[in-house]
C-alpha cells in the first residue's frame, strides 16, 4: 500500500504563488507514475503534471510555464511550484501514484489540498 498526504494549500492572490506538497510513505518502490491531478468545481479531475517512468516530466498546456514538479527523493516528498496563478486556476488538488498491476495499474491518492485563486 501507499499512503499520500497533500499539504501545502490554501488562499491566494491571482498573480502570486503556492507550493504544495505531497508526503509518500508505504511501498513507494512500486511506483513507476508520480503526478498531481486537480478538480475545479463542478469539473472532472485532470491531469496537471505527472512523472513517467522515462523521467520526463510533462504539463498541461493550462499550466506549462508557470507549475513546476519536483521531488525529493531524500524526504519521500513531491511537491508542485504553482506561479503566477489565475482564478481558474482554484481547484482541489490531488498527489497520484500509479504501480503496475495484473490487469493495467494500481492508483492511490491522497485526500486533497484546496487553492482557492482570487481576482
Known amino acids: 500500500q501507499v499512503q499520500l498526504v497533500e499539504s501545502g494549500g490554501g488562499l491566494v492572490q491571482a498573480g502570486g504563488s503556492l507550493r504544495l506538497s505531497c508526503a509518500a510513505s508505504?511501498?513507494?518502490?512500486?511506483?513507476?507514475?508520480w503526478a498531481w491531478y486537480r478538480q475545479a468545481p463542478g469539473k472532472q479531475r485532470d491531469l496537471v503534471t505527472s512523472i513517467t517512468p522515462d523521467a520526463n516530466t510533462n504539463y498541461a498546456d493550462s499550466v506549462k510555464g508557470r507549475f513546476t514538479f519536483s521531488r525529493d527523493n531524500a524526504k519521500n516528498t513531491l511537491y508542485l511550484q504553482m506561479n503566477s496563478l489565475k482564478p481558474e486556476d482554484t481547484a482541489v488538488y490531488y498527489c497520484?501514484?500509479?504501480?503496475?498491476?495484473?490487469?493495467?495499474?494500481?492508483?492511490?491518492w491522497g485526500k486533497g489540498t484546496l487553492v482557492t485563486v482570487s481576482s
Open positions: 508505504g511501498s513507494i518502490g512500486s511506483i513507476n507514475v
Open positions: 497520484n501514484a500509479k504501480r503496475p498491476a495484473v490487469f493495467g495499474s494500481m492508483d492511490y
